[in-house]
């Protein structure tokens, strides 16, 4: 469903994906994993035609991703990094907006759109300028942009932070739920809990390398322990002023 | 003490920094051209200009700290008021105010230009401490319209009156109304000329129609599967509902060549170089030279479809168009 081969994105001087080789089968839940500045939002940029590689080739849904961007984005959904709202829309027209230029009948959309606001707990703040709602709300109302026209795959930059527990768990089953019914979805986050409890595919990458893809049962140890050995261990400073004088 | 001196050298700094209202007024089209070509006979546009200036500059420079981050500052009482006190004079309009105080008392200046510049001076500063913000019940209530393009050309509506063009707009628009309703017989070439003034005054949105969408937005707008013509048929669409309106009272055919000609035109910058707006400014233009050229086209389609034929309108809607799908095409590769 996603492969790429040797995808490479170079700015200027700066290589921040270099040469990435990388399948997702269909119905498959990858879950993308790395520091920041290693290369996930540029990968997960290239993988849905945002941002052109410097080289190298991707399909995603048997379409070759720079040749058909129009029809490559009719299928996918897709959570960009800054989320792609317009302040000047309620979180109800943003859903409503998508429903249409996607050809999801009046109707359809209307009522898809009630039950993921319902699920997501958006219900209160459905009449709400995006320029005047929460983080999470934003998030949330992104993540249902996403959905409503149901995609063949999903592409989500970091659908879980600033998220409620609760809503997070909904969200969690949702995604786990369309991958049963064969959609992609790739995601990246840099909550481990999560990401051990949804994959089906674990990819780590450092420094615009892929480093470690494999699924879930072939981690050699817990999937923290194991990320903190191969991308980055944590290294705790003592900074001795804190907590010693009235500042 | 010390703690209030640092604060107000940072919002010195800020204020120093924010130049946008200065910078809208100068970069834009309405404000450039009526300068240029009124000049002795442009007193209301000049006088336009400087109450322009004076009310946004005049705000409370204490708003530039967020007031979350004013309430956490570990400052006393005393230093509260007096920051409070000593935060006016960080804003330059205050000083003039004092100056011309000083000028009045001396008589270089009559006390009422004093007490006029220095009430508009209180009220902008008043009126900007004052919580505005465009709740939902203005907004939700704009016109729904056919087709897939609905919600967007909604929010490029609210984006649009959120700009102080379309209020400048607005203001000639309704001075043809009220000429017009107590009957006072202005020759048509007066109608005409205001016309042009409220596509003049709109020029400087249609010279960057992705302004106010924010980074966000655009990344939307790649990710949505709607070509590049119909993205700007949509700001189109929105741009012509408010000036064919707007245009009605004074001469609606000539109006329609002129927003006609104001969006063929100002396709070119929205594309080749977006220029990032701000909320309740005027907007910043292209430039001296293609707001004069812009001015120039307007004009020139205004006057031939008034003057000559309306058929003139058909050689405009298809440039328009022309214009829609080539621009449309830049769109779509630049998001390739």
Known sequence: MIACRNLTRRFVDFVAVNRITLDVAKGAVCVFLGPNGAGKSTTLKMLTGLLAPTSGSITVCGLDVTANPLELKRRIGVLPEDLGLFDDLTVDEHLLLTGAVYGVSKRETRARANQLLHALSLEDGRRTFAGACSHGMRKKTAFAMALLPSPRALFLDEPFEAIDPVTSRIMRDLLVTVARRGVTVFLTSHILSVAEQIATQVVMIRNGKIVWNSPPAALPQSLEQHYFDLVEAPVVEDLKWLGSSQS | ?336
């Open chain 2, 1 to 336: 003490m010390a703690r209030v001196l640092a604060i107000l050298r940072a919002l010195g700094r800020a204020y120093r920094r924010d130049q946008r209202s200065l910078e809208s007024v100068v970069g834009n089209n309405f404000f450039l051209v009526t300068a240029l070509l009124l000049q002795n006979a442009g007193g209301f546009i000049y006088l336009l200009i400087g109450v322009v200036l004076l009310f946004p500059l005049s705000t409370d420079p204490l708003r530039k700290v967020p007031a979350s981050r004013l309430a956490l500052w570990p400052i006393e009482a005393a230093e509260r008021r007096l920051l409070r006190a000593l935060s006016p004079w960080v804003n330059p309009v205050s000083w003039v105010v004092a100056g011309l105080a000083v000028w009045a008392i001396r008589g270089k200046v009559t006390f009422g230009l004093w007490a006029a510049v220095a009430g508009l001076a209180l009220a902008a500063f008043l009126l900007s401490d004052l919580p505005f913000t465009p709740g939902p019940a203005v907004w939700l209530h704009v016109p729904q319209f056919p087709g897939r393009w609905n919600q967007l050309i909604r929010k490029n509506l609210r984006e649009m009156v959120c700009t102080l063009d379309f209020y400048c707009a607005g203001t000639v628009s309704l001075c043809g109304l009220i000429c017009r309703s107590i009957g006072l017989r202005l020759p048509p070439e007066a109608f005409v000329a205001m016309t042009v003034l409220v596509a003049l005054a709109l020029s400087s949105y249609a010279e960057s129609l992705f302004g106010l969408d924010g980074a966000g937005g655009l990344a939307r707008y790649r990710l949505l599967p709607l070509a590049g013509w119909e993205i700007l048929a949509a700001k189109d669409v929105a741009f012509l509902a408010i000036a064919i309106p707007l245009t009605l009272p004074l001469a609606p055919l000539a109006g329609l060549a002129a927003a006609l000609a104001a969006l063929t035109m100002g396709h070119a910058p929205t594309v080749n170089r977006p220029l990032p707006q701000t909320r309740w400014r005027f907007s910043t233009g292209a430039g001296l030279i293609f707001g004069m050229l812009h001015a120039g086209f307007m004009a020139m389609a205004a006057c031939s479809v008034y003057f000559s034929s309306r058929l003139f309108l058909l050689p405009l809607i298809a440039a328009w168009a022309g214009s829609i799908w080539y621009y449309g095409r830049r769109l779509d590769r630049a998001s390739a």
